[in-house]
T-cell receptor, first 113, second 114 residues
Framework: AQSVTQPDIHITVSEGASLELRCNYS??????LFWYVQSPGQGLQLLLK??????LVQGIKGFEAEFKRSQSSFNLRKPSVHWSDAAEYFC???????????FGKGTLLTVNP | DSGVTQTPKHLITATGQRVTLRCSPR?????VYWYQQSLDQGLQFLIQ???????AKGNILERFSAQQFPDLHSELNLSSLELGDSALYFC?????????????FGDGTRLSIL
């Protein structure tokens, strides 16, 4: 069975600081990996995805993520956080014949001015 | 704007009642997925349809059912509602079947059971 662990429930950073959100997955084959962001009262917006190829993927809003197969990780990074980045971030894994996504519990990001 | 439309945005009802949530996928998307987001369970996959046919089932209760119509919109029916069914229900859509394409989510329907 596929699963996703986001070890950090809540992270607080200062505006302008760098950010790394952790994600570990469990999947028996080559995974399809995603990061989504959810602002209060909003749906989930796709930030970036990894299907194959280059293990460093670029997304929207200046985010990037690195796939490390040996560590079963897909951590999300941003070099300089903006106040508008405050939201909840979800890592998800998919694959197989049914294409369903399995989500982590999410990491809530607070940005201090 | 993801292009996925969900109605209504909010729904308040009582235990034992039945409700229908509606989803219109992005133009060109043939697959529709339903997810439930609650504080204790997080985001859970419920069910997937592709071009009118059910393709996958997740943690969907027997009291819940869904269908996808010829115009590709989908409805999620929840019956004999219980307090624990209070949650945010998301619909997502993707292009196809036979390859993994990203899912795009609507803004959700918030269901409150009183």
């Amino acid at each position: 069975a596929q699963s996703v662990t986001q070890p950090d429930i809540h992270i607080t950073v200062s505006e302008g600081a760098s950010l790394e959100l952790r994600c570990n997955y469990s999947y028996g084959a080559t995974p399809y990996l995603f990061w989504y962001v959810q602002s209060p009262g909003q749906g989930l917006q796709l930030l970036l995805k990894y299907f194959s190829g280059d293990t460093l993927v670029q997304g929207i809003k200046g985010f990037e993520a690195e796939f490390k197969r040996s560590q079963s990780s897909f951590n999300l990074r941003k070099p300089s956080v903006h106040w508008s980045d405050a939201a909840e971030y979800f890592c998800a894994v998919g694959g197989g014949s049914n294409y369903k996504l399995t989500f982590g519990k999410g990491t809530l990001l607070t940005v201090n001015p | 704007d993801s292009g996925v439309t969900q109605t209504p945005k909010h729904l308040i009802t009582a235990t034992g009642q039945r409700v229908t949530l509606r989803c219109s996928p992005r133009s060109g998307d043939l697959s529709v997925y339903w997810y439930q987001q609650s504080l204790d369970q997080g985001l859970q996959f419920l069910i997937q349809y592709y071009n009118g046919e059910e393709r996958a089932k997740g943690n969907i209760l027997e009291r819940f059912s869904a269908q996808q119509f010829p115009d590709l919109h989908s409805e999620l029916n929840l019956s004999s509602l219980e307090l624990g069914d209070s949650a945010l229900y998301f619909c997502a859509s993707s292009v196809g079947f036979g390859q993994f394409t990203p899912q795009h989510f609507g803004d959700g329907t918030r269901l409150s059971i009183l």
